[in-house]
């Protein structure tokens, strides 16, 4: 378990992660979902130990990471695949990191044969392509044989095959019991893989909920009534949340489309128009962090 308490990172005088405070639970695939610039960086840094916190605490596995003797059989990071040293060989790369941490050889080649890297073992990484390169800094994170896993950004500039493969990779950590905590801006594919969501914006928590409640809010259904105040009284009596929809419309979640055509029966109030709607995540999620995205593209 990643535990978090008001942790906060300020450089200069901008403030890069502001008070977040959430645990990220064994057993799922947690999403880390934020715009450009958010802070899921500066965070997962911060769980690591790689950046110190201006303010508030992280502990992993109930334990401040930095104190941890042999890290990598602790926590497994993923933060940026592109960071390789590309003169040393795959093999030799993943050995050097074993050494450093007490790791045996053997779980070297095993951990290139999980990432299907054993074919070019002896080359080296240099001449890796970007897919490559993501396998080997997996292969890394995984040496260690770590209950908590940390991705950054996974899926950047993968193509399709490679995107299942991460998905299915983390799916099945999660499966053994593991923390896995991924981050990404692309929420489309993140829904596919992760079971919660913890959504940021400048460097605040917005959401920490599950995807199934998520893809739920996600969803609303279009009203039309000749009583619109009349029936919205009613739907928020009965728990609903109403909002204002297209041309005066009404557009309403938290409750099926059958249980508003009755509760509209009910109180004598004739619909012109009970259309169930579906967001897509994407424009949930934007909704989501609409008021905080910081740099909002300017339309000529
Ligand atoms: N070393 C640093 N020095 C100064 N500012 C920084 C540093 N690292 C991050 N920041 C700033 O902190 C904020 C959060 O950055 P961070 O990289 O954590 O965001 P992110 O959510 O990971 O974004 P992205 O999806 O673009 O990677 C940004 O405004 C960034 O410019």
Same mark, same amino acid.
């Given at each position: ?22 645990? $990220? ?25 790689? &950046? ?22 602790? $926590?497994?990071?993923?933060? &940026? ?73 996974? $899926?950047?500039?993968? &193509? ?20 896995? +905590? ?22 605040? +928590? ?16 279009? $009203? ?29 979640? !938290? ?5 508003? !055509? ?39």
């Amino acid at each position: 378990m990643i535990a978090l308490e008001g942790l906060t990172k300020r450089y200069g005088g901008k403030t890069a992660v502001d008070g977040l405070t959430f645990t $990220v639970e064994p057993g799922r695939v947690t999403g880390f979902f934020g715009p450009n610039g958010a802070g899921k960086s500066t965070t997962m840094r911060m769980i690591l130990g790689l &950046d110190r916190p201006d303010g508030g605490s992280v502990t992993v596995n109930g334990r401040d990471y930095v104190n941890v003797p042999l890290p990598m059989r602790e $926590v497994g990071a993923l933060l &940026d695949a592109r960071a390789l040293h590309g003169t040393r060989t795959a093999r030799n790369h993943l050995r050097w990191l074993a050494h450093t941490n007490a790791i045996p050889d053997k779980r070297v080649d095993e951990v290139l044969r999980l990432v299907g890297l054993e074919s070019v073992a002896r080359k080296r990484s240099g001449t890796f392509s970007l897919g490559m390169g993501q396998r080997l800094g997996i292969a890394a994170a995984l040496l260690g044989d770590p209950k908590v896993l940390l991705f950054d950004e996974p $899926v950047n500039g993968l &193509d399709p095959e490679g995107i299942k493969w991460i998905r299915e990779l983390m799916r099945g950590l999660a499966d053994e019991g593991r923390t896995v +905590l991924v981050s990404s801006h692309l929420m489309s594919e993140m829904a596919l893989t992760a079971d919660h969501l913890v959504v940021i914006g400048r460097g605040r +928590l917005i959401a920490d909920v599950g995807m199934r409640e998520f893809v739920r809010h996600s969803s609303g259904v279009l $009203v039309r009534a000749d009583d619109q105040e009349l029936l919205t009284a009613r739907l928020i009596g009965a728990g609903a949340s109403v909002e204002p929809g297209p041309e005066a419309a009404l557009i309403v979640t !938290g409750l099926a489309a059958g249980e508003i !055509g009755k509760l509209a029966m009910e109180a004598g109030v004739a619909l012109s128009e009970l259309t169930p709607q579906r967001l897509s995540l994407e424009e949930a999620y934007m909704n989501l962090t609409r008021d905080s995205i910081e740099y909002q593209a300017v339309v000529a």
